[in-house]
Antibody
């Protein structure tokens, strides 16, 4: 059974940093592009970032480019999102998402499985 | 960036009646070489992550009831629930995966009338 378990969320002050993790199981992690999608409270979905199977290619939304870094450790079946220079508008639930087989072309994916999400709150 | 516009924002439908949600993209998401539309639909219930309903604009995800169907091509797409059930109350989002940044529609909240 595919499982995606996010962790690392919490309350952080504006300008601060946080690292999110997504622990994956139940599938061949290193064979899939992995992504982060976020949802501000009461708002819609926003794609944040994606990383290729081997980690060599990364993709970012303009809203986080230069502040967030996506990475993965295939030996640990774990996806990461390093978030720096956090702003109030980064407050959201952050989901880790996995595509279906054949559901990605480069970083262009639709997602078959989603984690339960981890809440990041940026506030003083 | 491709802008995805959904309509309506809210939809109230009687049990057993048809629900129709529209999604329009600011440019075509049809990859003509493959003749595939890079468009997906998700269902999200309160407190839950999104659930994939439709991909490639009209392919139903495994386990999704056949009352859900997707149609359209190019820039105009529709998600239809042929006979609304109580468990279909949710917010529905369209998403294009034709190009990055990947973008979603603003969502349509479906309720029971």
């Amino acid at each position: 059974e595919v499982q995606l378990l996010e962790s690392g969320g919490g309350l952080v002050q504006p300008g601060g940093s946080l690292r999110l993790s997504c622990s994956a199981s139940g599938f061949s992690f290193s064979s899939y592009v992995m992504s982060w999608v976020r949802q501000a409270p009461g708002k819609g979905l926003e794609w944040v970032s994606g990383v290729s199977e081997g980690g060599g290619n990364t993709y970012y939304a303009d809203s986080v480019k230069g502040r967030f870094t996506i990475s993965r450790d295939n030996s640990k079946n774990t996806l990461y999102l390093q978030m720096n220079s956090l702003r109030a508008e980064d407050t959201a639930v952050y989901y880790c998402a996995k595509p279906a087989l054949g559901g990605c072309s480069g970083g262009r994916c639709y997602w078959h499985y989603w984690g339960q999400g981890t809440l990041v709150t940026v506030s003083s | 960036d491709i802008v995805m516009t959904q309509s309506p924002e809210y939809l109230a439908v009687s049990l057993g009646e048809r629900a129709t949600i529209n999604c329009k993209s600011s440019q075509s998401v049809l990859y003509s070489s493959y003749n595939k539309n890079y468009l997906a639909w998700y269902q999200q219930k309160p407190g839950q992550p999104p659930k994939l309903v439709i991909y490639w604009a009209s392919s139903r995800e495994s386990g999704v009831p056949d009352r859900f169907s997707g149609s359209g091509s190019g820039t105009d797409f529709t998600l239809t629930i042929s006979s609304l059930q109580a468990e279909d109350v949710a917010v529905y989002y369209c998403q294009q995966y034709y190009s990055t940044p990947l973008t979603f529609g603003g969502g349509t909240k479906v309720e029971i009338k």
